[in-house]
């Protein structure tokens, strides 16, 4: 018995990768990517003067006339607001609203990772929300500043 349970928390760590889901209600999302970090990395390195791009594929449950993107980085369970130049994912973040239910989209953007951020590690809290402010996806980015 206990080698089952050995076996299957070894094979829950090895699956572990560098996001999880933090209460995705109106979509189903499919994958997360962070330019620089492998699919099975258990966080990102973000380097600082350089740009990041993350994008979310995701299968949206209704049909969605309008996206609204809010990012937090989480230090110490403290979420600290990202000011976003262009909150509208539907205008230069590849989504093209209205959302169809069913069909599968993808989400990508850009954001500076600047030199005056710290060397810090940090949860990066990406939210696609509807006009209700309900949460389309929400995924949480496990990763270090350097």
Known sequence: MLFFVTLSVLLACVNANFYTDCGSKQAKVLSVNVSGCAEDA??????????ATFSI????????????????????NLPIPFPIPQPDACKEAGLTCPLQPG????FTTSMPVLKSYPKVKVDVKW???????????????SARIQ
């Open 42 to 51: 258990k966080e990102c390195v973000l380097k600082r003067n350089t740009n």
């Open 57 to 76: 594929d995701f299968t949206p449950s209704k049909a969605e006339p309008a996206v609204h993107i809010i990012v937090h980085g989480v230090v110490m």
């Open 103 to 106: 069909q599968p989209v993808k």
């Open 127 to 141: 939210e696609l929300r509807d006009d209700n402010e309900e949460d389309l996806v929400c995924v949480l980015i």
